[in-house]
């Protein structure tokens, strides 16, 4: 079975700034995504950024970027230029291609943009 | 992106009654779906998996009687909290996967619904 964590249950950065979200995963599999998404205090869950195991490139999105480390099963999401509406509680998650049934979530981080 | 509706988003109701909280998906087919219980600030629990045309498969610890979920159709799932007691009280989400290829794996989410036994 795998499993998410995420080892900063609250974070907070200045607007502005840039942050990074840190999530580890254990597997014993080679295929997989991985996933960030967000849920703002509205609670509606939305997808930030997704990256397929088998590419070594880290995936951007605007001002979202992560830092793919296969081997060290780390995958961590750098949030640049912090605004305001990035306050969300963030949740690392692991898709398996093998089993291909459901996501995996890690426990979330908290983060909150200071004005 | 693809979009999935969750209606109601808030939902009062007596012990003793029962709930249905509906989940589409809007401009794809959907042969799965997922229904997620959210106690506040804590991850998302999966309760169970939404197949279209069969049974859904429930988490372990989910009772299947408590929570029904019925997925008639490609692109609606329901879920049904019967006999509903403030331990039930909680946040519900669904979500589905779009199986386009360009986005295939991605799972998109309703926005959910807070449930709240009197």
């Known amino acids: 079975a795998q499993t998410v964590t995420q080892s900063q249950p609250e974070m907070s950065v200045q607007e502005a700034e840039t942050v990074t979200l840190s999530c580890t995963y254990d597997?014993?599999?080679?295929?997989?995504?991985l996933f960030w998404y967000k849920q703002p205090p509205s609670r509606q869950m939305i997808l930030v950024i997704r990256?397929?195991?088998?590419?070594?490139q880290n995936a951007t999105e605007n001002r979202f970027s992560v830092n793919f480390q296969k081997a060290a099963k780390s995958f961590s999401l750098k949030i640049s230029d912090s605004q305001l509406g990035d306050t969300a509680m963030y949740f690392c998650?692991?898709?398996?291609?093998?089993?291909?049934?459901?996501?995996?979530f890690g426990s979330g981080t908290q983060l909150t943009v200071l004005p | 992106g693809a979009v999935v509706s969750q209606h109601p988003s808030r939902v009062i109701c007596k012990s003793g009654t029962s709930v249905k909280i509906e989940c589409r998906s809007l401009?794809?087919?959907?042969?799965?779906m997922f229904w997620y219980r959210q106690f506040p600030k804590q991850s998302l629990m999966l309760m169970a998996t939404?197949?279209?045309?069969?049974?859904?498969?429930?988490e372990q610890g989910v009772e299947k009687d408590k929570f029904l979920i019925n997925h008639a159709s490609l692109t609606l799932s329901t879920l049904t909290v019967t006999s509903a007691h403030p331990e039930d009280s909680s946040f519900y989400i669904c979500?589905?996967?779009?199986?386009?290829?360009?986005?295939?794996?991605?799972?998109?989410f309703g926005a959910g619904t807070r449930l709240s036994v009197l």
């Open positions: 979500s589905a996967r779009d199986p386009a290829t360009t986005t295939k794996n991605i799972q998109y």
């Open positions: 597997t014993s599999e080679n295929n997989y995504y």
């Open positions: 990256q397929e195991a088998y590419k070594q």
């Open positions: 998650a692991f898709f398996s291609r093998v089993s291909a049934r459901q996501l995996t």
């Open positions: 401009d794809f087919q959907a042969t799965t």
């Open positions: 939404s197949n279209e045309g069969s049974k859904a498969t429930y």
